[in-house]
């Protein structure tokens, strides 16, 4: 997978996981929870990968990001 895809899906799934789930735990209708949290993980990781490609061109490096990068993967 690309880069840019696996850091997109990355940021997306963890950033739905935590916005469904604070929805739910504040007791909100499960329908209301997962559509919030489509829409605002879909903008958080869009935000993230954008700014990730900007620094990138800049020649900025991302210290977690390349810790993320290197940590050894399961197949």
């Not at 690309?2 to 963890?14: E, K, N």
């Not at 929805?23 to 990730?52: G, M, N």
């Amino acid at each position: 997978m690309r880069p840019i895809l696996r850091w997109y899906a990355t940021v997306f799934t963890v950033a739905f996981l935590v916005i469904a789930s604070a929805h739910l735990l504040r007791a909100r209708p499960l329908a209301f929870a997962i559509s919030e949290a489509l829409l605002w993980s879909s903008i958080t990781a869009a935000i993230y990968v954008a700014t990730r490609l900007y620094n990138s061109r800049r020649g900025r490096e991302c210290a977690l990001c390349t810790a993320v990068d290197q940590t050894p993967r399961r197949r």
